[in-house]
């Protein structure tokens, strides 16, 4: 029997990543988990490898309707849950003169709004000692170029986390968050021309303590201790950065 055998867990943003990464540990490990994200070929492939323990979801983590749309889907399919992990997110660079209304319209809403109701909505899901895990960044303590409208969105997350924490407390849920510093997951290649990309790989793992960026996998384990073992843990924020918000 897997250490996480017959628990629920709901996953936002897990077709790609970290939260690929999450499922795929918690399903090796006995645990029955929906994904969702925006593109169905994605989820589709996801789904297709993680196995028959998992169900994919396709929506726009940042709209209500979708939101709503998730909620009753997941109580058709576990009823209560056990660990949620609301980590869909996009990245965005601009520099501060060049950032456009649009692009902060939308770090803000995908990044801090989509999670906000995301718990909420799926709250009233969650079994008494459940846990809830948020994605901030470490773009939210440091002060980093290019990234203004992201670290915003995050620094808001972190807030929200502390206090969703408080305001869950009474039903014994707990709400911690995961910040990744680089994280080789695959988001730069998808959101700069490679050539860039590949230079901001380099370029951060000469800054980061270790040396290195980190792999999916090592979040992956935090979040499943932070959902499921950090059983007197809660409001926190858990590094995941190679030293680099701390050193």
């Avoid at 929506?59 to 849950?81: H, N, Y």
């Amino acid at each position: 029997m897997g250490k996480h055998e017959g628990k629920h867990v709901v996953i936002t943003g897990g077709s790609s990543g970290f939260g690929l990464a999450t499922a795929q540990l918690l399903v090796d490990e006995g645990a029955r988990v929906l994904i969702t994200g925006r593109n169905q070929a994605a989820l589709d492939s996801a789904r297709d490898r993680l196995g028959e323990r998992a169900f994919a979801v396709c929506g726009d983590a940042a709209s209500l309707p979708d939101i709503d749309a998730l909620a009753d889907r997941v109580k058709a399919e576990f009823g209560t849950v056990d660990a949620l992990f609301a980590n869909a997110g996009v990245n965005g660079f601009a520099p501060f003169e060049a950032t456009s209304e649009e692009l902060f319209d939308q770090l803000l809403v995908i990044n801090a709004k989509g999670p906000y109701f995301t718990v909420q909505k799926l709250a009233p899901l969650l079994g008494e000692g459940s846990g809830v895990v948020l994605t901030t960044s470490v773009a939210n303590v440091l002060g980093l170029p290019m990234l203004s409208a992201y670290a915003a969105a995050k620094a808001a997350l972190r807030s929200m986390t502390r206090s969703l924490a408080r305001e869950l407390l009474p039903r014994k849920i707990r709400v911690n968050a995961v910040s990744p510093g680089p994280i080789d997951s695959g988001i730069l290649e998808k959101t700069m021309p490679q050539e860039a990309a590949e230079q901001t790989k380099a370029q951060m793992t000469a800054g980061n303590p270790m040396l290195r960026m980190g792999a999916p996998g090592e979040v992956a384990r935090t979040v499943a201790f932070l959902a499921f073992d950090a059983t007197y843990t809660t409001g926190a924020e858990f590094p995941v950065d190679g030293g680099g918000s701390q050193l």
